[in-house]
């Protein structure tokens, strides 16, 4: 069946563009694509990033994370369990706080989605160029393979993706455990002291960071029109998937503080790979590079169907432009494929141009999934009845607390939210 029913009617006619969803995604496939979203490329190079800012006091950064994963979380799967709906996080605020508020929300989550298929496709290059000894300026190109083939993957249709989602989830959960399991004999104790050498600033810089790493629970909410059973399926995938995120990413962070595995821009990008140097009788390079290759290829390919969903939704409702809302004949939305893979495109041409890596980019997605999510348990406090509130206030009040570690670095939503402001007065 085809994933979108979709027709499209001329503007002045009166009519708008209306989609009926096909609900083809079951529990483990929503799962799948939970953890594929979730546990991305951010496993691979984030615990070496926020080591390098925090120390050994990243620990801490991932408890909060996860902690605050939650509220958000849960929060995520109500609300699409409510509002089934491609739009996600446009639809949330257009309905709490107007049309101008889904126009903003939606570009935020939209860019932010569509730039982190630079970072996560560019660092299964850093891990691919590491095992093969090439120079780390060809890993753009190894990125711009896996951002083709999971483009490749959602033009056939969610049908065929979420299959091959599942696979690559199972295969995630067993190469992390892998990792954590041949690190255990290497973990010193020296090696968390000092264990907060950059202070409380240094924690907070890396939660804002791990927002990047925390940010799929939105990106499954376009996807909601597509479950079956979405009151009972999002909230059990939600609930797994917590359980399954909570433990292999805190074992990863634990793996590389524990065996020193950071410190410097070059080992943070493959600090998995200096973890199981040596174990498995494996080339370590090798065996990591194929992990990174596996995971960083369900996460792109998780984002591109999510984010092409959120852009088919803006341009269905005139907050985008409308080409988006166009579909293939497999129900697939063409143009917002494209239009996410271009994006991730050009991220990954600047790379390979520039030399910009992925802690160019990373600070842009971890941003705006900040402001964003804000918006979202904003949206859900107004929207949602009686206790159902308490888990998005929670939530509201531990991202409020951490927004001001980002600094000057809030320029990024404000400047996206006046193009989107922008465009709607131009359409008016």
């Known amino acids: ?19 009926t969803p096909a609900r083809t995604i079951g529990l483990w496939q929503g799962t799948a694509l939970y953890v594929c979203a979730i546990l991305g490329a951010g496993v691979l190079v984030l615990p070496g990033q926020v080591a390098s800012l925090a120390g050994p006091a990243s620990l801490l950064a991932w408890v909060f994370s996860i902690v605050l994963s939650v509220p958000l979380a849960f929060t995520f799967a109500r609300l699409a369990s409510v509002y089934p709906d491609a739009g996600g996080i446009a639809v949330y605020a257009a309905a709490a706080f107007g049309r101008a508020a889904g126009a903003v929300s939606g570009w935020w989550y939209f860019i932010a989605g569509s730039v982190g298929q630079t970072i996560v496709p560019l660092t299964a290059g850093y891990y691919i160029t590491d095992a093969t000894g090439l120079p780390t300026s060809a890993a753009p190109a190894f990125g711009a393979l896996i951002l083709g083939a999971a483009v490749v993957i959602t033009l056939a249709g969610t049908q065929i993706g979420s299959r091959i989602q599942v696979l690559l989830s199972a295969g995630v959960c067993v190469l992390l455990t892998m ?21 409380v600033g240094g924690i907070g810089v890396a939660v804002v960071i791990l927002f990047f790493a925390f940010s799929g629970w939105e990106a499954i909410s376009h996807l909601s029109a597509e479950f079956r059973d979405p009151q009972r399926t999002l909230h ?14 805190l074992g990863v962070a634990v793996a590389v503080v524990g ?4 410190g410097s821009p070059e080992l943070d990008n493959v600090s998995l790979a200096r973890v199981v140097s040596g174990r498995f009788g494996l080339s370590p390079a090798v065996a990591l590079a194929l992990a990174a290759t596996v995971i960083c290829w369900g996460t792109t390919t998780a984002f591109v169907a999510s984010i092409s969903r959120l852009g088919f939704a803006l341009g269905r409702d005139g907050l985008a432009p409308r080409a988006l809302a166009r579909v293939n004949r497999r129900g697939a939305p063409d143009v917002g494929v494209l239009a996410v893979a271009g994006i991730g495109a050009a991220g990954l041409a600047g790379s390979a141009a520039f030399g910009w890596g992925t802690s160019t980019f990373v600070y842009i997605p971890s941003t705006l999934a900040l402001t964003t999510y804000l918006v979202a348990t904003a949206a859900a406090i107004r929207l949602l009845p009686g206790r159902q509130k308490i888990l998005p206030a929670i939530g509201f009040v531990l ?25 709607q007065r131009q359409k008016i």
Do not use: K
């Open 1 to 19: 069946m085809p994933l979108l029913v979709v027709a499209a009617v001329g503007r002045n006619s009166g009519m708008t563009l209306t989609a």
């Open 179 to 199: 990792a954590i399991v041949a690190a255990v004999p290497q973990l010193r104790w020296d090696a968390y002291t000092p264990f907060a050498p950059h202070g």
């Open 236 to 249: 059990l995938a939600t609930l797994i998937t917590l359980f399954v995120v909570a433990v292999l990413y």
């Open 259 to 262: 065996t020193s595995s950071y």
């Open 399 to 423: 991202i409020l607390a951490v927004t001001p570690s980002a600094g000057w670095h809030l320029v990024i939503p404000v400047i996206v939210a006046a193009a989107a402001l922008v465009y």
